[in-house]
């Protein structure tokens, strides 16, 4: 029996293994692990599997939703039996997820651990309960490790790294620790077990959650190579100055990128992503109709950037419970009536949330606004911190003693200016203290997306029933007000509320003061635009718009070539077109041998000579390997390339029958001896006049960038300037040249790295067109072509070289090899891998060369 599983995908081969037939596994779950990290068999054989209905199932398609804790409570039964009992978690974004869906679209199944610690021995019974009912697949993982993947690299490192804490001493943050994330590593890795056991690498879908399984999408990528993969993270993602200090940014980096489709919450964290996959990985990101993508080895990358909304039937429905009603007007007995208006902050204890920053604007609004003092009550619900550690009870102290001060300076007889609960209140209670509050404070310092502002806007639009309880006439507009912290996710979405600075306390209290004054017309008119957008952009509308765009990235993986390369978690997939694929040594050197009069044209930069070289001088090497195909009487070579006629005759002075093409085309020079031509007619270059300033003015202002002047065109170039910067300014220089040099006979072209002015009709592929139609002059049409570059310029090459094979300047039979440079989208038909292969398949070709040219 052959297992489907590894068991280490670390040191798993590159490669993807065979995909199970789709007839055997369409639609089965195969046998559940009971041993965290040790996988069960599997075979083809369909009676060894745990099997889905197939009547509700086999017409569904599947999604395989991943994310550190199941949506399940589990609890041990009370009675003497043992056994657990399991129900759903309503609270949880997952299973408000799969409602959003709708149940007759997908079929959903969960991966994911449990809050309870399983024995061992009850794994079995459990995972069979939670797989029969819940369609959940429970990931078990041993205590002592859980605690470290956890509580120590992902609350310690992650969490405080991603909000902007840097560990500058050991008590900001935890210090990288190599055990904590090799702990990280092993629980995404048996993550990645658990989901190898029920997926359908042909068929499924696979959306993985948040920080906690960031690599997770590598070992999958590394057994599936086509496996239709989405990563949502549900955290801020930092700038790139925070996140480089991380010891294991680019392996996390490369992990995601082994995902389709990267989810975030704002343009800001997808902003900071892509500015680190520049800054780290040298990856440029590309905007097309709409939608963001990555290039990375062939596969587009794509960004999603979209908020999660609310689960707009579970709050509806908790606003018409009855206890709700009671606890509303419980609510309204205790503020209203006694003339008070109540403000809201509802928080997590942890550092993160800016609970003792607000309590300190609540004191200076008490301090400059005396005559709120007894009209004014802030209510302050903090829930348990989900971590643990010195800074939660920091937080705590800090908080509790706040409150203290606030209540003793500016208390009075039945009057208590803060009122914090910091005992877990049920939802419905929350929900009656939104609909109770006249302004929601969302203060946090930092928070991925935060809820609570949207459950606030739902709350308050209530219902007819909340309406009497609130003395309301029907049908009455309904009013809200929110001061939210500009650095939560939520805030670029609720464009009617008062945005603040939380660390300026002075702002937030005035903020506060705006909020309890502000006309009622414009509260209303606040409420209204938070209203439609908030119930339009719930989560069925998020999930399913991830989805979709999960969907049409996927739809490509089928007819695309696939395999893996690099180890670990430098793993990545190569993912290229069937018709485009690696010149091979043995495949050119064959057709050169086979062939009598050959054609080879080379680009120079990126191409013979690496684009990060500093010295970028043809080494010896290379002069040898160029004179050596050039005494072959019967080879004709050339190097094409964007440098001036100059420095190439200065490089190239050696060779005596090497062809030359400087500045793109524009000059020609067949062999040393001879005179330059030209392949265009010669222009006035009067219009440097008017390029020449402009160009300064952003070499001034573009710290790294320098211009070169040609005879005929001007370059800028930025490969030394800060790359985001330098991206930024090409742009603008690109279009500040269009228009001044609109009237102008020349062409301003972006390239790696530059921007280029040159004349119009000035090409490489002009040289490629002069050179078989002046060998087709001569009589001689050639049976072996090569054409080898690496950038745009050299696409003009290939096009010709292509196009030629269908006209009668090539021999009908003709070996016609178009190659560029790195896996990426070109005209060309055969690529290889960077320069040194390139210099290494010139080789053996000058190597054959010289075997065949007669003594």
Not at 403 to 408: A, L, M
Not at 448 to 471: A, F, W
């Amino acid at each position: 029996m052959v297992s489907r599983s590894y068991s280490n995908l670390l040191e798993l081969a590159s490669g993807e293994a065979p995909a199970p037939s789709l007839g055997s596994i369409s639609r089965r779950i195969p046998r559940i692990m009971t041993v965290a990290g040790i996988m069960s068999d599997l075979d083809d054989d369909a009676s060894d599997s745990v099997c889905s209905d197939p009547s509700s199932s086999a017409q569904k398609d599947r999604i395989i939703i991943v994310a550190n804790q199941l949506p399940i409570r589990a609890q041990r039964k009370s009675d003497s039996s043992k056994g657990w009992t399991f129900n759903w978690d309503d609270n949880s974004l997952l299973l408000q997820l799969k409602d959003g869906l709708g149940d007759d679209d997908l079929e959903v199944i969960y991966v994911g651990c449990l809050k309870e610690d399983i024995h061992p021995n009850e794994q079995d019974e459990v995972s069979q309960i939670l797989l029969e009912t819940f369609k959940c697949v429970p990931t078990f993982i041993p205590p002592d490790l859980f605690s470290r993947y956890y509580h120590g690299f992902c609350k310690q490192q992650l969490w405080p790294l991603f909000h902007y804490m840097l560990p500058l001493s050991p008590d900001l943050g935890g210090r990288f620790n190599r055990s904590l994330w090799q702990a990280y590593v092993s629980v995404n890795k048996i993550f990645a077990d658990r989901i190898m056991e029920v997926i359908n690498p042909e068929d499924d879908f696979v959306w993985v959650h948040d920080y906690h399984l960031m690599i997770l999408p590598t070992f999958l990528r590394k057994r599936f190579n086509r496996v239709k993969l989405g990563f949502f993270l549900h955290s801020p993602f930092p700038s790139s100055e925070i996140y480089k200090t991380l010891p294991i940014r680019e392996e996390i980096l490369r992990a995601l990128l082994n995902s389709d489709l990267i989810g975030f919450h704002t343009f800001d964290y997808a902003r900071h992503f892509l500015s680190c996959c520049s800054r780290m990985l040298g990856l440029s990101y590309e905007s097309k109709r709409g939608y963001i993508g990555l290039e990375y080895y062939g596969r587009t990358v794509s960004i999603k950037i979209l908020p999660v909304g609310i689960h707009m039937a579970q709050l509806q429905s908790v606003l018409s419970l009855r206890e709700t009603e009671v606890k509303v007007a419980e609510l309204i007995k205790q503020f209203q009536d006694k003339g008070r208006t109540m403000l809201l902050g509802v928080d997590d204890m942890d550092i993160f949330k800016g609970i003792s920053l607000k309590l300190l604007a609540m004191e200076q609004l008490l301090q400059q606004h005396p005559e709120k003092q007894g009209k004014v009550v802030l209510v302050q619900i903090a829930n348990p911190a989900r971590g643990k550690g010195k800074d939660v009870k920091e937080v705590q102290e800090e908080t509790y003693s706040t409150v203290k001060r606030i209540n003793e300076a500016f208390g009075q007889p039945g009057y208590e200016p803060v009122i914090l609960i910091d005992q877990p209140l049920k939802f419905y209670e929350r929900v009656a203290y939104y609909v109770v509050a006249e302004c929601c404070l969302v203060t946090a310092v930092r928070d991925g997306m935060n809820l609570i502002p949207y459950e606030y806007i739902i709350s308050r639009q209530g219902n007819e029933k909340l309406d009497e309880v609130l003395g309301l006439k029907p049908s009455s507009p309904k009013k809200s007000m929110l001061v939210v912290s500009e650095f939560i996710g939520c805030s670029p979405s609720l464009s009617g509320a008062i945005r603040v600075n939380p660390w300026n306390i002075d702002a937030v209290a005035e903020a506060m003061d705006s909020a309890l004054v502000m006309a009622e017309p414009e509260k209303r008119l606040r409420h209204e635009k938070h209203y439609k957008y908030v119930s339009t952009h719930d989560v069925g509308y998020w999930a399913r718009s991830f989805l979709q765009d999960l969907g049409r990235t996927c739809k490509d993986h089928v007819r695309r070539r696939c395999w893996g390369i690099g180890f670990g978690l430098s793993f990545r997939v190569v993912a290229l077109d069937p018709n485009f694929r690696k010149l091979l040594m043995e495949h050119i050197v064959s057709a050169y041998k086979r062939t009598t009069i050959r054609a080879i044209l080379l680009d120079y930069d990126g191409t013979l000579m690496p684009q990060n070289s500093i010295d970028k001088k043809p080494s010896s090497k290379t002069i040898e390997i160029l004179n050596t195909l050039c005494r072959d009487k019967n080879n004709t070579v050339f190097i094409v390339s964007a440098r001036s006629r100059n420095k190439l005759e200065e490089w190239f002075s050696s060779c005596q029958k090497l062809g030359l093409a400087a500045e793109h085309g524009h000059f020609l020079r067949i062999r040393r001896d001879e005179e330059w031509e030209t392949c265009v007619p010669t222009v006035e270059c009067g219009w440097k006049q008017i390029a020449e300033p402009v160009m300064k003015l952003y070499t001034e202002t573009t710290d790294g960038s320098v211009i070169e002047i040609k005879e005929t065109a001007m370059v800028w170039c930025y490969e030394d300037a800060d790359p985001d910067f330098g991206s930024c300014q090409a742009k603008e220089l690109l279009d500040h040249l269009e228009s001044v040099l609109s009237n102008e006979p020349v062409t301003v072209k972006s390239g790696q790295n530059i921007v280029e002015v040159k004349p119009q009709g000035v090409s490489k592929g002009l040289v490629a067109k002069r050179l078989l139609s002046s060998m087709q002059e001569r009589g001689i049409s050639p049976d072996f072509v090569l054409c080898i570059g690496d950038d745009r310029s050299d696409e003009d090459m290939f096009e010709v070289i292509t196009n030629s094979v269908a006209g009668t300047s090539i021999a009908p039979t003709a070996e016609v090899f178009a190659c560029t440079v790195g896996r990426k989208p070109s005209k060309a038909k055969y690529y290889l891998d960077d320069t040194a292969e390139i210099v290494r398949l010139m080789q053996g070709l000058a190597s054959v060369a010289e075997q065949m040219v007669p003594l």
